[in-house]
């Protein structure tokens, strides 16, 4: 026992930490970005009353593996004519943001790879990066389906990216800090003490929960959203001329995102590690917990709704979302000067 | 400005009814047949390709090989032959071939056959990598199925043999047409081996 300990407080010091800690990311993040598909193929035949992948090991759980498998031993294809260093690079670009955001989701108190006073802007920060990555992807192929999903997916998360950030910023008046860790210890004690539930700070607290969750779907190119990926329309979109694991980058990275996203909602609204009852134990299966319940809710839609059109989805961002989040921001910081004013503690 | 807070809150709802709806149909049973591991039982008027009927008591076929069927066929798909057995009042089918390659499923065999010894079958399984596949050997069939259906296979009596086979009390006539039995009771060993046994092991020629 005392050489693990030994063992364990060795490979907690810095360099070591670093190391242990990307090296988790990168597990947790492949893991998962395999068995989401998993749950993504289960969860659809499912909710259309069939079984979904049955064949391959018990349940289909070997279907991941054999997908990597297939991908992996196929040729990667750079076509003709393709800016050939973008091509290469956009999956590389579009995989380390979301890795590299993931290192400062508190997964509970001890257990964060990397604890950031500027956790959330850092986020955001590497979250346009993203964007950036599949424009490039579309850009460098020379394919018209992929050149239009590139335009696309640029208007797309500009549009959301307004809403989502005038959301957050409503969050960080509320919690006054934007270390992660800092804002889930906030919201310690019961569920109504969770920022969703905060209505005394916002009456439309609730509401700004929903924007998030719809401004992520829409940032991580999920359905109902998915015009970069629009498969009826656009063949694969940016991906249209991406092989084997070129492709399976890009697919992967989308499941990071995702992680990524309902994890932050998570971590932001949901109370993070905290137990919704005083009593019980908090810790990394409370959040888990949650962030998967969000992660199926993601599944959830997809599977309920068709793709929006393309002015739909500017619609609903432009003359929705933006000014109901204004609103709310707006709300909050009067409230918060009230309250100041008053006397109240928030 | 009431109209369009009457569409958001109105559409929220569409919303929320649409995900209320799908998560029903998650915790509702599959449907989903799983082909390969189970399969449609077809319906009773299904009309596959032919198959011969059996005499639910002894298990034989109940054709007796008339050829109205072979007539019939306006493919010339339908090869049967026919032998009368010793001690049966009508001749016995020996042989039914089925080419399906040329069958075109129009049933004029079933409609020519006056007994109702054929039918079609609820085969739909057809596919093969072999053309050879699909000439079918239906009696072959029948017998195999009859036999995993629990009915003994009462050995045949010789079809061209056994009229040649002189006496009317087989056991002290044997012995001196032993050699000219079939070959595998004419060896030397099985020569001076008494009657009955040499009599009753003549007994499928084929």
């Known amino acids: 026992m005392t050489f693990v300990s030994n063992l364990l407080s060795y490979l907690a010091t810095e360099p070591f930490r670093l190391v242990v800690c990307l090296l988790a990311m990168m597990a947790f993040v492949g893991l998962n970005a395999a068995y989401l598909v998993w749950v993504e193929r289960k969860g659809a035949g499912r909710f259309q009353r069939r079984p979904g992948p049955t064949e391959a090991g018990p349940a289909g759980l070997l279907q991941p593996i054999a997908d990597a498998l297939k991908l992996m031993s196929k040729q990667l294809l750079v076509p003709a004519g393709v800016d050939s260093l973008l091509f290469r690079g956009a999956p590389l670009l579009v995989m380390s943001p979301a890795l590299m955001s993931l290192a400062v989701i508190p997964f509970s108190q001890t257990l964060t790879a990397c604890r950031l006073n500027v956790g959330l802007l850092m986020i955001f920060a590497l979250g346009s990066v993203n964007v950036m990555a599949i424009m490039l992807g579309g850009w460098s192929s020379r394919n018209k389906y992929a050149i239009i999903s590139a335009a696309r997916v640029v208007s797309q998360n500009v549009a959301y990216e307004i809403p989502m950030l005038l959301v957050v910023i409503t969050l960080v008046m509320v919690s006054g800090t934007m270390n992660l860790n800092e804002i889930v210890n906030q919201q310690q004690g019961w569920f109504w003490h969770w920022n969703i539930c905060r209505v005394w700070v916002n009456p439309l607290m609730p509401v700004t929960f929903l924007i998030f969750f719809t401004c992520m779907l829409a940032e991580t190119n999920r359905a109902p959203f998915d015009m970069a990926e629009a498969e009826s329309e656009l063949v694969a979109g940016a991906y249209t001329e991406y092989s084997g694991m070129g492709f399976g980058v890009f697919f992967m990275a989308e499941y990071a995102n995702i992680l990524l996203g309902c994890g932050l909602a998570t971590a932001l609204f949901l109370g993070g590690w905290q137990s919704p009852i005083p009593g019980l134990p908090g810790g990394v299966l409370w959040f888990l917990l949650k962030m998967y319940f969000l992660v199926f809710s993601v599944v959830w839609i997809r599977w309920t709704f068709p793709r929006t059109q393309f002015y739909g989805l500017l619609n609903l961002s432009w003359k929705i979302l933006i000014p109901v989040s204004l609103f709310t921001l707006v709300l909050t910081s009067g409230m918060l000067k009230l309250m100041r004013h008053f006397g109240f503690g928030v | ?206």
Request: positive net charge.
């Open chain 2, 1 to 206: 400005m009431k109209k369009a807070l009457k569409d958001i809150f109105g559409g929220f709802g569409s919303l929320v009814t649409g995900m209320r709806i799908t998560i029903g149909q998650f915790f509702k049973p599959t449907v989903t047949l799983q082909y390969p591991h189970q399969s449609l039982k077809m319906a009773k008027r299904f009309r596959g390709h032919i198959e011969l009927v059996r005499d639910p008591d002894t298990g034989k076929a109940l054709c007796f090989a008339c050829k109205l069927c072979e007539r019939a066929c306006p493919s010339d798909c339908i090869t049967v032959d026919g032998a009368k057995l010793e001690g049966a009042k009508k001749k016995s089918v020996t042989a039914y071939k089925l080419d399906f390659t040329k069958c075109s499923l129009c049933g004029s065999c079933v409609e020519a056959c006056r007994d109702g010894a054929i039918r079609y079958s609820r085969d739909y399984n057809l596919a093969s990598l072999n053309k050879d596949e699909f000439i079918m050997d239906l009696f072959e069939k029948l017998e195999t199925e009859a036999k995993a259906d629990g009915f003994v296979e009462v050995p045949k009596a010789p079809v061209a043999v056994a009229p040649q086979v002189p006496g009317l009390t087989p056991a002290p006539a044997a012995s001196p047409i032993a050699p000219a039995m079939p070959l595998a009771a004419a060896t030397p060993a099985a020569a001076p081996a008494p009657g009955p046994a040499a009599g009753t092991s003549g007994g499928s020629p084929a």
